[in-house]
């Protein structure tokens, strides 16, 4: 997700940017410590969600979002809890009280992703359902990052979550109850869905989510698979 900071506090700025940076989903594309100039930005620069601190000089949080033609999801940010009626008012994704902190600001990043899904189409509805902490859990195919092998079991990483789904289970084991077409095994430590690959260079793949992983000499194959696929 492309998202920008507005905020005229620049320790409120760092502090954004860092915790964004530690979440693969989300690009940053723009800072801005003045809200006009921000707001000029995202004239002319469509984004996905908007990280802006209501409390401005010149033009607030609130006013600057009421007057977007396009709107993305917006997150509001503040030291003062009397604006949280208007934030909702707004429709926002959510409303991040300061000092905002990283358990918090993962919990409002997953409800942007979930609007963000919900919101374009799935690649396939298909699912699978696996057993982690005594619960079932169903998983779609098109929320997975990719899948990691750590002995026994493996962890699943999704789309905009930092904490994977463990579950005791082989890599050979999740093979087989993936779709035979659309998953690949890259590495004896990981599988990778098909189409989040963007990019490969020297055994080493770069998924969409930022992640980067390597092609071990056994499963050189892929990278040939991979290829055609792109030309095809």
């Known amino acids: 997700m492309k998202c920008v900071i507005i905020d005229?506090?620049?320790?409120?700025?760092?502090?954004?940017?860092?915790?964004?940076?530690?979440?693969?989903?989300?690009?940053?594309?723009?800072?801005?410590?003045?809200?006009?100039?921000?707001?000029?930005?995202?004239?002319?620069?469509?984004?996905?969600?908007?990280?802006?601190?209501?409390?401005?000089?010149?033009l607030t949080g609130l006013e600057l979002v009421a007057r977007l033609e396009t709107r993305p999801m917006i997150i509001f940010t503040t030291a003062y809890k009397k604006f949280a009626y208007e934030g909702f008012e707004l429709e926002a994704v959510d409303y991040l009280l300061k000092p905002i902190t990283i358990e918090r600001f993962e919990k409002a990043v997953q409800k942007a992703a979930e609007r963000f899904e919900q919101k374009k189409p799935r690649q396939t509805e298909e699912s699978i359902v696996v057993r982690s902490e005594y619960k079932a859990i169903k998983i779609f195919l098109s929320d997975i990052a990719f899948i990691e092998?750590?002995?026994?079991?493996?962890?699943?990483?999704?789309?905009?979550?930092?904490?994977?789904?463990?579950?005791?289970?082989?890599?050979?084991?999740?093979?087989?109850?993936l779709p035979e077409n659309g998953f690949s095994r890259i590495h004896r430590s990981y599988i990778v869905p098909d189409l989040q690959v963007k990019s490969?260079?020297?055994?080493?793949?770069?998924?969409?989510?930022?992640?980067?992983?390597?092609?071990?000499?056994?499963?050189?194959?892929?990278?040939?698979?991979w290829k055609n696929q792109q030309t095809s």
């Open 149 to 177: 092998g750590m002995e026994d079991y493996i962890k699943i990483h999704l789309l905009g979550s930092r904490h994977p789904v463990t579950t005791l289970m082989s890599l050979k084991g999740i093979l087989e109850i």
């Open 8 to 58: 005229d506090e620049p320790l409120a700025l760092s502090i954004l940017e860092k915790y964004i940076t530690a979440f693969p989903l989300l690009k940053l594309v723009g800072k801005f410590d003045d809200a006009v100039e921000g707001r000029r930005f995202l004239k002319s620069n469509p984004i996905d969600l908007l990280f802006i601190d209501i409390n401005m000089p010149d």
């Open 200 to 225: 490969i260079q020297s055994k080493k793949v770069t998924l969409l989510s930022g992640f980067e992983l390597p092609v071990s000499d056994s499963y050189l194959d892929f990278i040939d698979k």
